[in-house]
């Protein structure tokens, strides 16, 4: 248990579909992370959000949206998904992005399968 | 570009030592991050170095020469519950993290 919570912990979607992605996080960290995390790859940054405003988006597509209504809470909405979104999608929080020694602590992620 | 090269998988036996190695190749170094991933679970940290040496923190080392680029993080006296994937990740000068694809650790009794 890391203090980083995900819902849901599986998820198979339509193309067509709308669903949203939840973390939670109980450390009081300022800084919340969004990854993606395909198979073999590294993890991909997709969004960074600090103190509730977004200090980073990795060329996201815009089928992939954001929100940060507080530093404790982090959604990923999505609509029409491609089969290649499928993955295992990581939520993180730390300290703060530029902190010495912060650690990202990471939730347990969500496996999205796009059909 | 920016790179974080490590190795795919590695086998090594139960109570032996292990030696995983990075190399980067990014713009800028703000601190080196190892952290361990067990299947279907979540990243988890393990040690952070910036200067140059060895960080030993009970079983788990981790080493850093930022002349040549490299790290890696030694085992000792592997348990079968090693058995993970083992994450480098190193921060450059905008304070974001590059990510290695991961090593995967086979541990064999």
């Known amino acids: 248990e890391t203090g980083v919570t995900q819902t849901p912990r599986h998820l198979v979607m339509g193309m067509t579909n709308k669903k949203s992605l939840k973390c939670e996080q109980h450390?009081?960290?300022?800084?919340m992370y969004w990854y993606k995390q395909s198979a073999k790859k590294p993890l991909e940054l997709m969004f960074v959000?600090?103190?509730?405003?977004?200090?980073e988006n990795n060329s996201v597509p815009s089928r992939f949206s954001p929100e940060c209504p507080n530093s404790s809470h982090l959604f990923l909405h999505l609509h029409t998904l491609q089969p290649e979104d499928s993955a295992l999608y990581l939520c993180?929080?730390?300290?703060?992005?530029?902190?010495?020694?912060?650690?990202?602590?990471f939730g347990p992620g969500t496996r999205l399968t796009v059909t | 570009g920016q790179n974080i090269d490590q190795p795919t998988e590695m086998t090594a036996t139960e109570g032996a030592i292990v030696q995983i190695n990075c190399t980067y190749q990014?713009?800028?170094?703000?601190?080196l991050f190892w952290y361990q991933q067990h299947a279907g679970e979540a990243p988890t940290f393990l040690s952070y170095?910036?200067l140059d040496g060895l960080e030993e923190k009970g079983r788990f080392s981790s080493f850093l020469s930022r002349s040549k680029g490299y790290s890696y993080l030694l085992l000792k006296e592997l348990q079968m519950k090693d058995s993970a994937s083992y994450l480098c990740?190193?921060?450059?000068?905008?304070?974001?993290?590059?990510w290695g694809a991961g090593t995967k650790l086979i541990i064999k009794p």
């Open positions: 993180a929080s730390s300290q703060g992005p530029e902190d010495k020694s912060y650690e990202q602590y």
């Open positions: 450390l009081g960290h300022n800084a």
């Open positions: 959000y600090n103190f509730k405003e977004q200090t």
């Open positions: 990014t713009s800028g170094f703000n601190g």
């Open positions: 170095n910036v």
């Open positions: 990740a190193v921060r450059d000068s905008n304070y974001q993290l590059i």
